[in-house]
């Protein structure tokens, strides 16, 4: 298979995504996130990074959900870790 015509693997941060034939590697191309890899001695493509943009979506922002509806409290009615629901107001 000749190199122009090969697969170009596609990573994000989290691992491989794809293997990209040229028509999606023009696609990839006007994405703001992507980024080409080349080799240095020749400037062949070797793989095409996508990078997070946008939504920060990985960042842990809070610990723990203030909005659960289950909770592990120990009250007169509910005995130690025993699973119970919240009361909403």
Known sequence: MPASTAPIPVFSEYGKV?????????QLGRAPNAQFVRRRKDGRLMRIMLHQYGDDF?????????????????????????????KHR
Do not use: L
């Not at 960042?59 to 919240?86: C, I, L, Y």
């Open 18 to 26: 794809e293997m990209a034939d040229c028509a999606r590697v023009r």
């Open 58 to 86: 990985a960042m842990r922002s809070h610990h723990g959900n203030p909005q659960k509806d289950v909770t592990t409290a120990e009250t007169d009615f509910n005995p130690p870790h025993v699973w119970t629901f919240k």
